[in-house]
């Protein structure tokens, strides 16, 4: 076996910051390195210098062609690629790449969602180079991250508007750090790190299920006789094939700069999580992207199939993408760390009681921000966290701050007293948290753990909406402080006034016990179950002022955003109910006639061997098939005419509350027939492999 370097192999096939220095002249190397630095603009002589460098490092790593690489709101990425090739004179051509070509590119922006921001006749898009995502060659381009925006300036994208937050959360953090001293900080971030969850099953019994093909989740499948309930699969020692697929993973994934550090099995049997290191939100957000295509290629190298669906097999933990959010100065400061002085933990129960406010006051966004026809499977069982939205703290955190709001004693190990004067504020032990499985958001130490994320989606989305209330509520309380005569008493009132404000989001107990349920309606806290209840509060007013009064969306963007998300559910709906309709009469109703032939031919032959046998087992098998299948037919015509009903609807949001309300039921209710009926059918007349075949095959 060959030995990897991986220093060597990291980032081999990145133009990053290390190659920029070598192979660009100093001075403009300077230049870009302000532009990545201080977010400076490029101008064109620098633009085609390092263009021109990067094309010769690219065609020496193979590449012919290049390409705007960029996140239309398909939640997947896109790229069209262009060769370096230009003719000469003389009939034959000369490889080039100019700085124009590099900063900015003209893609047809018609047929990515518009949400009606655009007429197909106004099919002008730009893509503009992100030069803080370092470009990379894949397989044979060049592939340049881009933003992208219409002919009129409205984001076509989920990286603008990220951009955008980041920047709102960029701003509004500072003026809070200056407020505690801090004067030489230049610059907030936040950081993700995002797992990645995932099922791997074989690809030749993949082709045989069209629902997989098609809609990436199995419509139909029986219970097999073992699922996850022995806790065997969970961290247990890889499969040969899987071990085969997680090296290649790693090695490619390792090639484009990507920081794969952990790997192992998850407790759903054939599901498997991958984890990087913590990068800036953009960057990961860019590189989870990648990531997400690299696995599924890599999988069908290898005769197998990446599952990034939320929900691929009933009955067994979904999929998710925890997404470990924090923040982080230019000087190394994380933000989430509890300090060892007073003033740094003032500082730090300051930011925590900002995102105790977003959280409770934009809960509904948040919810929004991971909803999805896929996800929405995943919400609320088998590990996964509920519809509503919660903070889990941990005790000691919980306790240090319950004492803040109720203006009492807080006595740690040390019987130190806890006041929130600057002076008196003891250090906080900086991981003394265990962690709830069942919380939405979960303080971990140092770090806020979003898990309502669904593995398929784009952290963009969710990572854009936590930036931004994070920011308005710090542009809030700096607006406050900064104006204040005594600021420690300012800071004192404020921190209580919004604790006891906003103490009904924190909750440290099991989001899946149905008691919870009725203490959040209690508390008044929104429990959207689905998308289409989610998306009536998009365009609530306090939404559209927030996203507007930091400029992170337009009107006109947020509209498109609420016809987007609405259109494509009921998309993905439209092709499930198609593709369930297709596989029960084509598949499974004509493999229970077959097989209750075949049944009543086995009785027949044997009465007549044996006149007087009496054939009960083949009887009593005959009428339940018989009574399940006409039950089946029954529900499909039933489904089918629910389908058609919600099609009907003049608007997305009733279609979308149709599939929600009627046609997903109904779903469920076909299924539940059929999936009685496959296990009563032979394993020869099993029209498609069956839970068992693909979880434990591989």
């Not at 700069?257 to 990961?284: D, L």
């Not at 203490?519 to 008044?524: D, K, V």
Request: proline share 4%.
């Amino acid at each position: 076996m060959a030995v990897i370097n991986v220093p060597e192999l990291f980032g081999s096939n990145v133009f990053n910051q290390h190659v920029m220095k070598e192979r660009l002249p100093k001075e403009t190397f300077k230049a870009l390195k302000r532009t990545l630095d201080n977010g400076e603009a490029l101008n064109l002589d620098v633009a085609n210098q390092v263009a021109h460098a990067m094309k010769e490092w690219a065609i020496e790593k193979g590449a012919t062609h290049f390409a705007h690489w960029f996140q239309p709101l398909t939640g997947i990425t896109a790229e069209k690629h262009d060769s370096f090739i230009n003719p000469t004179d003389d009939g034959s051509v000369i490889m080039t790449f100019s700085g124009k070509e590099l900063v900015k590119g003209e893609p047809d922006a018609s047929s990515f969602p518009s949400g009606g921001t655009r007429a197909t006749f106004e099919a002008r898009g730009y893509t503009v180079w992100d030069p803080t995502v370092y470009p990379f060659v894949k397989e044979h381009t060049l592939c340049i991250p881009t933003a992208f925006c219409s002919y009129t300036g409205e984001a076509l994208d989920k990286k603008t508007p990220l951009l955008r937050s980041m920047e709102a959360l960029n701003k509004q953090g500072l003026r809070i750090l200056r407020l505690f001293g801090n004067t030489t900080a230049t610059h907030i971030a936040t950081t993700v790190g995002p797992e990645q969850e995932y099922f791997i099953v074989d690809e030749k019994l993949y082709n045989q299920r069209k629902d997989l093909r098609m809609t990436g989740r199995t419509l139909f499948g029986a219970k097999p006789s073992k699922g996850q309930e022995m806790d065997d699969q969970y961290f247990a020692a890889l499969k040969a094939r899987i071990v085969e697929y997680m090296e290649d993973l790693n090695e490619t994934l390792w090639k484009y700069g990507i920081t794969s550090k952990t790997e192992h099995n998850e407790v759903a049997p054939a599901q498997h999580e991958m984890a990087p290191i913590f990068s800036t939100t953009n960057i990961a957000a860019d590189q989870n992207q990648l990531t997400m295509e690299v696995m599924k290629k890599v999988a069908r190298r290898h005769g197998l199939v990446c599952l990034l669906h939320e929900k691929p097999f009933a009955g067994l933990n979904g999929s998710g993408k925890h997404n470990n959010w924090s923040m982080a100065t230019n000087e190394g400061e994380n933000i989430f760390d509890p300090g060892d002085t007073p003033a740094k933990n003032a500082q730090f129960i300051l930011f925590v009681t900002a995102v105790v406010k977003a959280v409770d006051e934009y809960q509904d966004l948040l919810r929004i921000s991971v909803a999805s026809a896929s996800n929405d499977h995943r919400l609320g069982a088998n590990e996964a966290p509920p519809a509503i939205i919660s903070i889990f703290m941990g005790e000691e955190l919980q306790a240090v701050l319950e004492s803040i709001k109720n203006g009492t004693h807080y006595d740690e190990v040390t019987k130190k007293k806890m006041t929130l004067g600057v002076d008196a504020l003891p250090p906080i032990p900086k991981d003394s948290t265990d962690r709830n499985r069942t919380s939405p958001f979960a303080f971990t130490g140092n770090r806020f753990e979003f898990r309502s994320v669904g593995s398929s989606l784009s952290i963009s989305g969710p990572n854009t909406v936590l930036d931004s209330i994070v920011a308005y509520v710090l542009k809030g309380f700096a607006d406050e402080l900064e104006g204040a005569a005594d600021f420690d008493k300012a800071l004192g009132d404020l921190i209580k006034r919004e604790l006891n404000a906003h103490w009904r989001i924190i909750f440290n107990g099991n989001g899946y016990d149905a008691s919870w349920v009725t203490e959040a309606e209690r508390r008044g806290l929104l429990n959207l179950r689905n998308l289409p209840e989610a998306m009536e509060h998009y365009m609530d007013p306090k939404n559209i002022k927030m996203f507007m009064d930091l400029g992170i969306y337009n009107k006109t963007e947020l509209e498109s955003h609420y016809e987007i998300k609405l259109e494509k559910y009921c998309q993905v709906l439209n092709i499930e109910v198609q593709t369930m309709l297709e596989m029960i009469n084509k598949d499974i109703l004509p493999a229970s006639f077959k097989y209750m032939q075949a049944v009543s031919k086995t009785a027949i032959d044997l009465k007549s061997v044996v006149p007087d046998a009496k054939c009960k087992a083949e009887t009593s098998l005959l009428k339940t098939l018989d009574v399940l299948t006409d039950e089946l037919a029954a529900k499909t015509d039933e489904l089918n005419q629910k389908h058609l009903a919600a099609k009907q609807c003049s608007d997305y949001m009733s279609e979308a509350k149709a599939y929600a309300n009627t046609v997903l039921p109904a779903m469920a209710e076909a299924r539940a027939v059929a999936d009685q009926i496959e296990s009563l059918l032979g394993e020869e007349y099993k029209p498609f492999p069956s839970y068992e075949d693909l979880l434990f095959r591989i």
